[in-house]
């Protein structure tokens, strides 16, 4: 182990309320794309980019075309979890890490084993139809013709995702503010930090080691009490804490 590795791999035993606060950099090693590197979405050709077509008006304007690329692009349902979200899982479970904070919506961290998970942005498997609120699974979505309707009264499903435009869900908003105030140790990690108000959040963390773990250089880079560089999948699979 490097003296950064070996740092990180220090500072995790030694802490009881640690948080890691994730983006869509977490899951690229499960082979669902990011939005901000060379081979993210925003790199693809679409007729609008993928922050218009994930947005409120859109949703409400184009829900073919919504669907279209929400079905082709985000609901990556075959995907399984990878080193990093199994050592998250892992922390949790040594009494180390006290809750995932994370930007995406794949449910990847649950299906990993972690328990405290805030999912700022919600989550492809729950859907709920616009009209009676009755709840269907992420299958049903992506198994639908065009737009997602629902069997009882025909109503349009809604995914549970806070798309552009719309605001963070309070209740979860709150828990991941308390828990992040509360942290000793805060890894941030497979995030660009641009996405707002999410990434303000990481502002609420009170403590001296403020950790980075990404491929990219990040704004909260030059605060950070360590940086690592890498991928992150990668990055864990090296830090052996017990
Ligand atoms: P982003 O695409 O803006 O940034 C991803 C960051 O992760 C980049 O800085 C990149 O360098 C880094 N990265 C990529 N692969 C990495 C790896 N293996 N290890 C370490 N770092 C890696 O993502 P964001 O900051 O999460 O913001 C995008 C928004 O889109 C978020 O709201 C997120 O919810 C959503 N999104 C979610 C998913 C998902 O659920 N898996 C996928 C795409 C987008």
């Known amino acids: 182990m490097t003296v950064e590795l070996e740092t990180l791999a220090q500072w995790l035993r030694e ?22 590197s060379v081979d993210g979405l925003y790199n693809q050709t679409y007729d609008d980019p993928p922050e218009t077509i994930i947005s409120h008006s859109f949703f409400e304007a184009k829900p073919e075309a919504f ?54 942005h919600g989550s492809v498997h ?7 609120g009755k709840f269907f699974d992420a299958q049903y979505v992506k198994e639908s013709v065009g737009v997602p309707r629902c069997d009882a009264c025909g109503g349009l499903i809604k995914p549970d995702v806070v798309l552009y435009e719309e605001g963070l869900a309070e209740e979860i908003l709150r828990g991941a503010v308390s828990a992040i105030g509360r942290a000793d140790l805060l890894i941030i990690g497979g995030t660009s930090l641009v996405v707002y108000p999410a990434a303000g959040l990481v502002n609420y963390y009170r ?11 990040t704004p909260a880079d030059r605060s950070a009490d360590l940086v690592l560089q890498g991928k992150i999948g990668e990055i864990f699979e090296q830090i052996q804490i017990a």
């Open 67 to 120: 669907f279209r690329f929400y079905k082709d692009k985000m609901l990556c349902l075959e995907a399984k979890p990878n080193t990093a979200h199994q050592r998250l899982a892992q922390w949790e479970s040594q009494g180390h890490l006290a809750a995932v904070v994370t930007q995406n919506i794949d449910g990847l961290h649950q299906e990993a084993g972690s328990k405290t998970v805030y999912e700022l």
């Open 207 to 217: 403590g001296n080691r403020l950790v980075i773990v990404n491929k990219a250089p």
């Open 15 to 36: 802490s009881h309320s640690a948080v890691f606060f994730g983006g869509a950099g977490v899951s690229t090693e499960s082979g669902i794309p990011d939005f901000r």
């Open 126 to 132: 729950r859907n709920y139809c616009t009209h009676c």
